[in-house]
């Protein structure tokens, strides 16, 4: 049997991701005919298509619309926050607000642009009163975000604040203790940093600094999972 062992690898992974995903809904029977899995676009497009109009949970009684994600769909860096907030929730894009500027301008600080991440949230739909998703609504919505990950399969996963760091680490460690080290999730590290947010509520110089460290880790894992030596 000839063909390319690499090549191979990755259909087979592709496989994969898109049967994890659909077991996820619960659908347990597939045709063999039809579109064909297609590269990480097409499979976040089908995955945005199926999570329009989706009331999984009472946030979909609330919301304007479902803020999916956006950015580059082979980014090697994803960010990911807590959930979308009034901005996000009117315009149907993750990190548009104030917190959205901020984070524009931290990526920036350390050489990587919004072009080159992709940012998504735990949820989709904006939590009343930029409460904290309730355990039901994250397993709600957890498909959608396991199938985004799955997708894009990221090198670097950048977690905003300590919910975010949190649910994806399945941890209770606050943000204090998460933040400034490398953490595993599958075969990417989760470098967790303050949320914009905190940091807009909290501008004293210590917490940028901080955010700061974060950044640089985050450009050297970057880096590393691109086969670029920093700085190069």
């Known amino acids: 049997m000839t063909g390319d062992p690499a090549g191979l690898a990755d259909a087979a992974r592709a496989l994969a991701d898109h049967l994890r995903f659909h077991q ?3 659908i347990r029977d597939l045709p063999l005919a039809g579109e064909p899995l297609g590269g990480p676009s097409a499979a976040l497009r089908r995955l945005e298509a199926a999570s329009a109009g989706c ?20 980014a090697r860096l994803m960010v990911i926050g807590e959930g979308p907030g009034e901005e996000e929730d009117r315009q149907g894009k993750p990190f548009v607000g104030r917190a959205g500027q901020l984070l524009t301008k931290m990526l920036e600080s350390v050489g990587i642009t919004r072009d080159e991440v992709y940012i998504t949230n735990i949820v989709k739909c904006r939590p009343p009163g930029n409460r904290n998703p309730e355990p039901e609504e994250i397993t709600a919505c957890a498909p959608y975000l396991a199938g985004q990950l799955g997708a894009i399969q990221p090198g670097v996963i950048c977690a905003l604040g300590t919910f975010a760091a949190q ?11 998460l ?12 470098v967790p940093t303050f949320h914009p947010a905190y940091l807009l509520r ?3 110089p210590e917490f940028r600094r901080q955010a700061y460290d974060d950044l ?3 450009r050297r894992e970057y880096d590393r999972v691109r086969g670029r030596a920093a700085g190069a």
């Open 24 to 26: 996820a809904f619960g």
């Open 55 to 74: 009331t999984r949970c009472k946030l979909s009684q609330g919301r304007s619309t479902v803020v999916f994600g956006s950015g580059n769909p082979e």
């Open 167 to 177: 649910q994806l680490l399945k941890t209770r460690e606050p943000i204090s203790r």
């Open 179 to 190: 933040r400034g080290r490398l953490h595993k999730l599958g075969g990417a590290v989760v």
């Open 202 to 204: 909290n501008p004293g």
């Open 216 to 218: 640089k880790l985050i």
